[in-house]
């Protein structure tokens, strides 16, 4: 039998979050939940922290704190709010899950690393973001990142029993989203709703708009470099509308290692959750008979700009990728808002790396002030739009 282990969950509300407490909630005895974490789920929050017996629970929204506490009164967990709080929670176990959506997580993954914490990284925009500085934290803290995006788990798996030396590239599989094969004029007349209806996987908003546009790929094409240490030329992207390959490893004597499975996140978190070892999932058994037919294509960076910006602001480095990535979570949010269209937010990235001028950064401090100078840009950006 397993050894139970220390589990933290941030962004223990959103998709990913929910699916990491069904796996607990099915695997008791594995692991001993210290501490949840969410934005403004006060409720969710309050039944997960007392249902899995988490010592602490800390919400973002400080005016929810009293409504925290109420809901918490009598139980053996703590209700906080505040920095140094998600800090606490991100270092208070063993192992770390990262679901908080974009840069709002990058601090807490930052603490969880340097305390030498292994962390499941769901939260992609916190590597995108702050890069070498985080890849770099980790080795020196004798940190472990394992990668939950589905994307990355799979490679993550094509590589084990191989030398890094042996791989000659990597090939990111994409589904090509809800608008794969819309033209950039029907796209432009997109509302949240179509955008957010994905074809094969269930999500939060954000990355389903990022699926959309493709910048969820170009994020991931970013995150992939970062990870696994690949130059961007030896990262292809594929569209495989299916989703069931869900990446591919092609080593140096023409061998191409996939891995396969059901489009359901229970998969790459269970393998994230139980690395090294693995543990059952309901999630469907993948039944090829059925499908029947696995099809490819490349994709088209014309209809869907956000692939060119990303390897672009990978290939210039310093500041660009923290740019496109805060430029973009500020678009994302304001397409949602239905203050701008679907095709405005590549549009307003593509600006705004053109507009920020940063240094590259050397710390999180660094990423920070670009992070917030990139909103910015993109606000005034957005205000002009208007006019
Ligand atoms: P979601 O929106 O469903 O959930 C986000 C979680 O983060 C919620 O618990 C929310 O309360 C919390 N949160 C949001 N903003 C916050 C803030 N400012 N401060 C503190 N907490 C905050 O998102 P999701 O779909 O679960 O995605 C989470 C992360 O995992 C994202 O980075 C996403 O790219 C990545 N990811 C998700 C999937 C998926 O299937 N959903 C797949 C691969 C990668
Ligand atoms: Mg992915």
Redesign the pocket.
């Known amino acids: 039998m397993a050894v139970s282990r220390t589990l933290a969950i ?10 990491t407490l069904d796996l607990v909630a099915l695997h008791p005895e594995r692991f001993d939940v210290t501490a949840l ?5 006060v409720d969710a ?1 309050a039944d997960a922290a007392i249902r899995t017996g988490a010592k602490l629970a ?1 919400i ?1 929204d400080e005016t929810l704190l009293p409504r925290l506490r109420e809901r918490l009164a009598g139980s053996n967990c703590r209700a906080a709010t505040g920095r140094a709080a ?1 800090s606490e929670a991100a270092t208070s176990a063993d192992l770390v899950m ?5 840069c ?2 990058l601090e ?1 993954v930052m603490a969880a690393l340097a305390a030498g914490r292994t962390v499941a990284l ?5 590597l995108v973001t702050a890069g070498a500085i985080m890849t770099d934290a980790a080795t020196r803290c004798g940190a472990t990142i394992l990668p ?3 994307e990355h788990n799979a490679i993550f798996q094509c590589l084990v029993g191989n030398r890094s030396q042996d791989v000659a590239k990597l090939v990111l599989t994409a589904s090509g989203g809800p608008f794969r094969q819309k033209s950039l004029a029907e796209m432009r007349a997109m509302t949240p709703e179509q955008a957010v209806a994905h074809p094969n ?8 708009v ?1 699926s959309a546009t493709m910048m ?1 790929k170009g ?1 991931e094409l970013i995150e992939a470099h970062h990870l696994f240490a690949l130059p961007p030329e030896r990262i292809d992207i594929l569209i495989h509308p299916q989703s069931v390959i869900h990446s591919m490893v092609e080593y140096v004597d023409g061998s191409v290692l996939a891995q396969l499975g059901s489009p359901d ?1 229970r998969i ?1 978190i269970a393998h994230a959750l139980a690395w090294p070892e693995r543990m059952a999932t309901p999630a469907a058994r993948l039944d090829l008979a059925s499908i029947a037919t696995l099809t490819f294509e490349q994709p088209d960076s014309e209809r869907f700009p956000a692939l060119r910006l990303a390897r672009s602001a990978l290939e210039e480095g310093g500041a660009a990728p923290t740019v496109l990535n805060a430029a973009n979570e500020i678009a994302v949010a304001a397409f949602l808002a239905r203050r701008i269209g679907f095709g405005d937010i590549a549009a307003l990235v593509e600006r705004a790396l053109g507009a920020v001028g940063a240094p590259p950064p050397r710390s999180v401090a660094d990423v920070l002030d670009i992070d917030r100078e990139a909103r910015d840009t993109v606000r005034q950006l957005m205000i002009s739009l208007a006019a």
């Open positions: 941030l962004g223990a509300t959103g998709s990913v979050g929910t699916s974490t969410a934005a403004t789920q929050l800390v973002d998600l990262a679901a908080i959506v974009g709002a997580g807490p769901a939260n992609k925009e916190s939950v995006d589905s996987w269930s999500m939060g908003a954000k990355i389903s990022d969820n994020l996140m790459p």
